[in-house]
């Protein structure tokens, strides 16, 4: 009988783990790491976010703990991840993976120093004051993803010139989702394409969103910037290949694993930055006196053998500009 009850809380444990604070030791700061997303899709960026912390002094293990929270694409935990952190009183937190449910993270955290990665606004999306006094509690790591709709557009184009239709995938819960349907109408109208914005709030409705740009006839397709489409772009890929719809991603990792094309900054940096700033905060610093950081490079990757598989014919001034050519 003892044996079997030790089972059973074992297993609630276990179950319980994600939300539970492991073994701290004495005088070592403890960072909440707070995502959206996965370890799964993420690991690399980790790598990346420990690399800032320890160009600031602060090694995992050695002088700072690092306690993961991963939501798992399952947003609606976030809220409850964030407020566990809080309750148990780390030093700083970094929020990532969450653009569509930031406002709610942001409501929970109103006193740890958190430094927010996003792909949006920040100020538009009330995580600071502004992006170079942000005030309170916290500051921001940006990707300025809705700047960057009129040049993968204009990419777009350029690479597949026939091209008159042209449709979105946008998310309707993220909370940039108006502007990046405003952003991409705007884009589309300028380069004299016509635009379609078809929705996917859920992995279940990608299928119905291919069906119906493929049925509209759409030459191409330009996935905007949402943790549920990095979380689950294996499906996304694997769908735009099936139907053989050449499409334009935000980051490196989509042509990587064998989508067409990217334009965007590069997330890892994202995370590098991300970790020198709580890195900072760990030493002294406030989030009100460090500037949200915006990047000052993008790249553009394009996957060769995934054009050639389209039919499609990467132009020689398109290929001369990328940063990266997977072939």
Known sequence: MRRRKFVVLLGGAAAAWPLMARAQRPGMPVIGFL???SLASDAHLVTAFRQGLNETGYVEGRNVQIEFSWAEGQFDRLRVMAADLVDRRVAAIFAAGMDAAVRGVRTVITTTPTVFATGGDPVGLGLVASLNRPTGNATAVTVIAAELMPKRMELLRELIASATFVAVLVNPNDANAASYTRDAQVAAGNLGLQVRVVH????????????????????ALLV??????????????????????????????????GGLMSYGANIAEQYRQGGVYIGKILGGAKPADLPVLQPTKFELVINLKTAKALGLAVPPTLLARADEVIE
């Open 200 to 219: 996917a709030g859920a992995e279940a409705d990608f299928d119905t969103a291919f069906a119906t740009l493929v049925k509209a006839g759409a030459s």
């Open 35 to 37: 995502s959206g997303r």
């Open 224 to 257: 905007t910037v949402n943790t549920l489409f990095i979380t689950k772009r294996e499906k996304l890929l694997a769908l735009a290949a099936r139907h053989a719809v050449p499409a334009m991603y935000d980051r490196r990792e989509f042509p990587a694993a």
